[in-house]
């Protein structure tokens, strides 16, 4: 496998799996419930003044129609029957024979800014609109978004080199495993561009051998991008997506029930304690802990729980306590989930409020926190500290500061990525949305968020640290290596 800066991986997306794991995850669990139910999805760009040009805009969608004609190899087929055994068969085989439809699924639109000339050098937003039904779009938010990055870091600001990603990347696996930090690697929807995202994995591959050797207690768990865990032979790591729990909250339609119906569906699609991290935020976890603590309500009796091989996604560390498969009465999710996803709003007060809510359910098992909003060492070392005083096992999962982190040729100042987003907008022609633990995260239509908002009894939040224009950075802040 050759990563080098002089013959980097083609431009643009060239295979389903690269893409975030739990993509496949939800597309299985989709196949399984939802498989008929239309969908849309609307894009945001939190940093509105990141704009592209018309030539970038082309060349973006020009990249969009080409994935139309990636389907699944054979090499990659046996890689996920061989590394993710939680996939059923009858997914991977409708996954064989799938493609996307771009033409017909999506639409792109230049909005110039100001006077529309024509010309290649004009500026303006971007406009993204996918349709269709779930099943056959859910593939869509992690490329068009990595995409629309190397757009923009291709065109707008092209100021940048490859020169030093990956030892910057083997320097901070080094410091977080030195730290004594559990960690993967999330960047893929942010990132500068494959190549960047390959030669940082590298970087950190490299750190954890030398981590091995020196005798440090931190350990790289992989990443979630299943591409580049199938060029390093090691299995992908995941959680779910809130757009599990908006799309099955749009289905259903009742928003009191919605979250104990998606964790029902979940277990009902993969089993107990397999890809056992829940995220916590999408209504606000508040009321995802008071679906968390109900029984289990089965829908079914999945046959593989007590014969499935765990994989490192089941538990998501090793160093987690592995969950039983086998089933008794009077389980509820919290005591079959490996742990919780925190992903927006205050860490620390998130750490304290799960530490309150374990208790009062008498689970004393160690359970997983995974963070994974916005993270850096710093911020790494901090919440590892609170949480593992807290009883937990904090584990991270590191995106954007990894995998788009350079410093701009001209000025030597922080070339800052864009932060934006591709959100389930409807399910079955209900308005699908978001609340989450942080009021800059709300997302979707706004009289379905206040209504929504009333029924749940939902306080409002706001945390110091969640500035979503901001959250890698300013432009004028002086480069840190």
């Known amino acids: 496998m050759d990563f080098n800066s002089s013959s980097p991986y083609p431009e643009g997306v060239i295979s389903f799996l690269d893409t975030d794991l739990y993509k496949l995850t939800m597309q299985c669990a989709v196949l399984k419930y939802y498989k008929d139910v239309p969908v849309t999805y609307a894009f945001t760009n939190r940093t509105p003044e990141k704009k592209l ?26 890689y996920l029957k061989e590394h993710c055994p939680y996939l059923s068969p009858e997914y991977l085989d409708f996954l064989s ?6 033409r017909d699924q999506v639409i792109l639109k230049f909005v110039p800014e100001g006077v529309d000339t024509g010309a290649e050098t004009d500026i303006g937003d971007l406009d993204v609109k996918i349709s269709g039904v779930w099943v056959e779009t859910i593939l869509y938010e992690i490329p068009l978004l990595a995409l629309t990055s190397e757009a923009y870091f291709k065109f707008m600001e092209p100021d940048w080199t490859y020169e030093g990603q990956e030892e910057l990347a083997f320097e ?26 390959a030669l940082v994995f590298r970087g950190l591959t490299k750190a954890s051998k030398e981590a091995e050797k020196r005798g440090f207690h931190g350990r790289l768990s992989g990443t979630s991008n299943v591409h580049l865990a199938m060029r390093f032979n090691i299995p992908p790591v995941g959680t779910v997506a809130h757009e599990w729990f908006m799309g099955t909250a749009a289905i259903v339609g009742d928003y009191q ?6 964790l029902c569906r979940w277990i009902g699609c993969f089993g107990e304690g397999v890809l056992g991290i829940a995220l916590t935020d999408t209504f606000g976890t508040p009321e995802f802990l008071n679906a968390f603590s109900k029984p289990i309500t089965y829908l079914e009796q999945p046959s593989q729980i007590t014969e499935r091989k765990l994989s490192t996604a089941d538990s998501f560390i090793s160093t987690a306590p592995v969950v039983g498969l086998l089933k008794k009465d009077g389980k509820s999710y ?3 989930f490996t742990g ?6 205050d860490p620390k007060n998130f750490v304290k409020l799960m530490r309150k809510f374990y208790d009062e359910q008498g689970i004393h098992d160690k359970k997983v926190i995974v963070f994974s909003d916005s993270l850096n060492i710093d911020r790494c070392l901090e919440y590892k500290e609170v949480s593992e005083a807290a009883g937990f096992q904090p584990t991270f999962g590191v995106g ?11 000025t030597g100042k922080k070339s800052t990525p864009l932060n934006i987003v591709i959100k389930l907008s409807s399910a079955d022609g209900n308005p699908a949305i978001k609340i989450s633990d942080n009021i800059g995260k709300n997302t979707g239509d706004k009289a379905t968020v206040d209504k929504v908002k009333r029924e749940l009894g939902y306080v409002e939040k706001a945390w110091e640290g969640g500035d979503e224009t901001a959250r890698w950075g300013r432009e004028e802040d002086a480069a840190k290596q």
Do not use: M
């Open 257 to 262: 029930k919605a979250t104990e119906e998606a």
């Open 53 to 78: 040009s018309r030539k970038a805009f082309s060349w973006l969608e020009d990249q969009v129609r080409k994935l139309g004609n990636i389907s699944l190899s054979a090499e990659e087929l046996n």
């Open 97 to 102: 024979e799938f493609r996307l439809r771009p």
């Open 334 to 336: 919290a005591d079959v």
């Open 172 to 197: 901070k696996g080094i410091r977080l495993l030195e730290a004594g930090c559990v960690f993967s690697e999330f960047g893929t929807r942010r990132r500068r561009d494959y190549h960047t995202q």
């Open 400 to 410: 954007t500061f990894l995998t788009n982190d350079f410093v701009n040729t001209k």
């Open 340 to 345: 919780v996803r925190q992903d927006s709003g």
